[in-house]
């Protein structure tokens, strides 16, 4: 599997975070709630990934439905 893109974050202890697992978003890698609409549209059941780290930490993220 060939991933188009990857991103690198920071992301901090305790904090929540919501990624997109849809590929819809405006604003990835983070969901924007458009899977939504397109739920409701295509009858499918996207739903974000929510991540809590327990530290600090440095990742690197990349899905095959995100377009860019
Ligand atoms: S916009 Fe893609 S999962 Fe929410």
Known sequence: MVFKT???LK???NKKY???T???SKK???CDNNHREHNL???TNYKSLKVIP???IEVEVSSST???
Do not use: A, E, R, Y
Request: aromatic content about 12%.
């Open 54 to 56: 327990h530290t600090d």
């Open 66 to 68: 995100w377009k860019n």
């Open 6 to 8: 990857k991103k690198k």
């Open 22 to 24: 849809c590929g819809l």
């Open 28 to 30: 990835l890698p983070f």
């Open 41 to 43: 549209k295509n009858k």
């Open 11 to 13: 992301l901090l202890k």
């Open 18 to 20: 919501s990624f997109c």
